[in-house]
């Protein structure tokens, strides 16, 4: 795999979709600007694509609106709106192979990855939200006074939607699929690292029937295209996964324009605990998988190995081994686990975390350097004898980098667990019914993942606690972000 590093192949695939979809067709910039999207494993260009801008995004959410205002998408019946989506994810399943292999080329993550789990996780979520559109529907709702009050629940209207690099298509899917599915319309901005994959599927969604302005994608940067989105007066909701502190703009963007309401899937630093009773050396699979999978970008990302002191040594032993086993190289070889890091910005500030662990006494175990001479690889990295107050322990550092400290008690675990400002996801490794049932009550966390990880399924809710974000998506929970309630009231005669 090192040849391979230094000299990939270009993958077998076009990129035909590079313009901004707006209104039905694609088209370029107002401006006529594009941006480059880069190769990780190279830092090449794979494609120039058109950059939006302010004058763009009004462009799109004028679009939007019309379709929203004055039909057809929430006014057609939500059996034709469900078959719309159930023919999109027919289509991505016909297209996965290409659109895998361009997720992959696009972010760095290994083929078989987008392919196998990721691809089948996308159709199956947009099935799920299609089968919800047509059992969608309010409730008569009885009154202390002769009146007869029922609800109906309405979609909101435009949504502006704004999504990560990490996992593009599968972002997208969470962030359309409930929206479409309530009969909103939608301006979805991607992330600039990785624009590709949901050009390539809005396409298929308009095969699919989806009637031109109800889902509009646009390419381009945060502080530009971004903002506009969030300040636009005529967008109705915001939806954003991304960065604590990008989501604390967005909803300042959101108050300060027309107090629209805002969804936010942030950041993480999600304790895995394991106790003294675990399986270790399934706890070590479990936590290196927690923790490693997707090149460690991921937003609930095991980043704070907790184990208990009397499994610790033999613990940190295996986690070594299990690291410089990994097998990391370019994503497109067959049973490669971990492939090169977004871009220059993320692999720069994960080299950076790595000298801070080592500077700050942390002991390192494993990896700690860039993979090769070329694109954004970076070793598999584990930190041993790591404390709270250290700046590894304490960042989302969103790398290859596996920091475990060592706990002696519940109490003391729980606490520090529930230190940190996030609280996106907890993992729990026991074989104690009470000690499972204790943790899982006790951590202040979205997610508790009792011995499993990054188990993700349509109809399960995800999202997070405190600086880790305000709402909830997916499974039913994700459909109240896309519904206004409207409570009508009529009195009644001869009551
Ligand atoms: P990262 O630092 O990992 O790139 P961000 O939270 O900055 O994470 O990016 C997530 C998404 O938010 C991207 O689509 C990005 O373009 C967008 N974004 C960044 N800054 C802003 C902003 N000021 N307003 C709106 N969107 C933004």
């Given amino acids: 795999t090192a040849a391979a590093i230094e000299n990939p192949a270009t993958p ?20 006529g600007k594009t941006f480059p999207t880069y190769d990780p494993r190279t830092g090449d260009v794979i494609a120039h694509v058109a950059e939006a801008d302010a004058e763009d995004i009004d462009r799109a959410v004028s679009a939007a609106r019309k379709a929203f205002d004055e039909g057809p998408w929430p006014r057609m019946t939500a059996y034709e709106r469900s078959m719309v989506l159930f023919r999109f994810a027919d289509l991505l ?17 290994p083929y078989e990855q987008a392919a196998n789990i990721e691809l089948p996780m996308i159709s199956r979520l947009i099935r799920y939200y299609a089968g919800w559109a047509d059992k969608i529907h ?25 999504i990560p690099w990490n996992f593009p298509l599968l972002m997208f899917s969470w962030k359309i699929a409930p929206a ?9 901005k991607t992330a600039e690292q990785t624009p590709l ?54 909803l300042e963007l ?50 704070r190995t907790y184990v208990h002191e009397s499994v610790y040594d033999e613990f940190v032993e295996k986690a070594k081994a299990r690291a410089l086993n990994r097998r990391v190289g370019d994503p497109f070889i067959a049973g490669i686990e971990q492939g090169p890091q977004v871009d220059s910005e993320q692999f720069e500030k994960i080299l ?42 304490k960042d989302e550092i969103f790398g290859p980098v596996q920091t475990i400290l060592k706990f002696k008690d519940m109490d003391e675990v729980i606490r520090r667990a529930n230190g940190s400002g996030y609280g996106l996801a907890a ?10 049932n204790t943790l899982s009550r006790a951590l202040k966390a979205g997610t508790v993942w009792v011995n499993c990880y990054n188990v993700f399924d349509a109809a399960v809710p995800f999202g997070g606690y405190k600086l880790s974000g305000q709402g909830r998506e997916k499974g039913v929970y994700g459909l109240s972000n896309y519904l206004q309630v409207k409570a009508v009231v009529t009195p009644l005669k001869n009551a």
């Fill in 180 to 188: 479409l599915a309530c009969g909103n319309t939608v301006v979805l």
């Fill in 138 to 162: 309010g409730l008569t709702v009885p009154a202390d006074s002769p009146h007869h009050v029922q609800t109906i629940h309405e979609p909101i209207g435009v949504a502006g939607q704004i």
């Fill in 352 to 393: 950076r975390y790595i000298r801070s662990g080592t500077e700050s006494g942390a002991t390192l175990e494993a990896g700690g350097e860039r993979l090769g001479s070329k694109g954004y690889y970076i070793q598999p990295t584990v930190f041993s004898n790591v404390q709270d107050d250290m700046l590894i322990a």
């Fill in 93 to 109: 399943d016909k297209h996965a192979e290409e659109i895998a292999i361009l997720e992959a080329w696009d972010s760095g993550k």
């Fill in 12 to 31: 077998a695939v076009q990129v035909n979709c590079t313009q901004l979809f707006i209104n039905g067709s694609f088209v370029d910039s107002a401006s």
């Fill in 197 to 250: 994959s949901a050009l390539y599927a809005v396409k298929l969604l308009h095969e699919a029937g989806l009637p031109p302005g109800v889902l509009n994608v646009v390419s381009g940067f945060g502080p530009t295209a971004g903002s506009a989105l969030c300040r636009h007066m005529q967008v109705d909701k915001l939806a954003f996964t991304g960065s604590t502190e990008t989501g604390k703009r967005i």
């Fill in 254 to 303: 959101a108050a300060r324009s027309n107090l629209k309401p805002v969804t936010l899937e942030l950041g993480g630093k999600s304790p895995f605990i394991i106790c003294k009773d675990a399986d270790i050396d399934k706890a070590v699979e479990l936590a290196h998988f927690a923790l490693f999978f997707n090149q460690g970008q991921c937003c609930c990302a095991g980043s």
């Fill in 427 to 436: 993992g729990v490794f026991t074989q104690d019914i009470d000690t499972a």
